[in-house]
Every structure is written in C-alpha cells, then in structure tokens.
C-alpha cells in the first residue's frame, strides 16, 4: 500500500525554522521526482520545491528561494523541506506528492501529474 505522511508542521514565530518529512512507504523512491506544495485558506494550491529520481536534481518556487531546501534519503525513503527563515506568508498546509517515470525538468512550480499524494501538515507562522 502506497502512503506519503507528512510530519513537522506547527506553529512557528517569523523569521524561525521548521523541518517537514515526507515518509513514503510501499514503492521505491529512488524513482521517483517528489514535490512538495502548500495551500493557504482561499488560495490555490502552489508547487514550493521538488527533487527530482536519481540524481537529486532540485527546483523552487522564487519565494522561497535561498529560504528552502529540500532534500531526500532514499535509505530512509524520506524527503525532506527545511524550511528557514519564515514569514506569515509562508502559513499554509504544506503537502508532498510524488510521480513516476517523467522528464526532468517539470512544468512550470513542479507541475506535474502527480501519481501519489499525502494528506498534508499545517504549517502557521505568526507572532
């Protein structure tokens, strides 16, 4: 049975730092490109950043540029989002989702098709 659970949301003040984990279990990551997104209330969901099968190839949405990174263990079929320097604009479910067998690079914030998806983890940044 194919799962994506994310971990690591929470409440969190500007300018601090939080951890997101996507655990992935019933295929083999390695295979696969992974993103993560995010969806704030009365917003559409946007791509933040994806890494791509194989060689880890990495890409992000310009607003979080230098502020994410994302990153994957395929030992622990986990892939991560560090997420620095937060701002309220930044509060969002945060989702991972996870595709096989697709050119790299994606369409435009990590649009692909994705064959696989988690149920998300709120992330709220406020003082």
């Known amino acids: 049975q194919v799962q994506l659970v994310e971990s690591g949301g929470g409440l969190v003040q500007p300018g601090g730092s939080l951890r997101l984990s996507c655990a992935t279990s019933?295929?083999?990551?390695?295979?696969?490109?992974v993103g993560w997104f995010r969806q704030a209330p009365g917003k559409e969901r946007e791509g933040v950043a994806c890494?791509?099968?194989?060689?880890?190839?990495?890409l992000y949405t310009d607003s979080v540029k230098g502020r994410f990174t994302i990153s994957r263990d395929s030992g622990k079929n986990t892939v991560d989002l560090q997420m620095n320097n937060l701002q309220p604009e930044d509060t969002a479910v945060y989702y991972c989702?996870?595709?096989?067998?697709?050119?790299?690079?994606?369409?435009?914030?990590?649009?692909?098709?994705?064959?696989?998806w988690g149920q998300g983890t709120q992330v709220t940044v406020s003082s």
């Open positions: 890494i791509s099968s194989s060689v880890s190839d990495t």
């Open positions: 989702a996870a595709v096989y067998g697709r050119g790299w690079p994606p369409p435009r914030d990590c649009g692909y098709d994705y064959d696989y």
């Open positions: 019933g295929f083999t990551l390695l295979y696969y490109h």
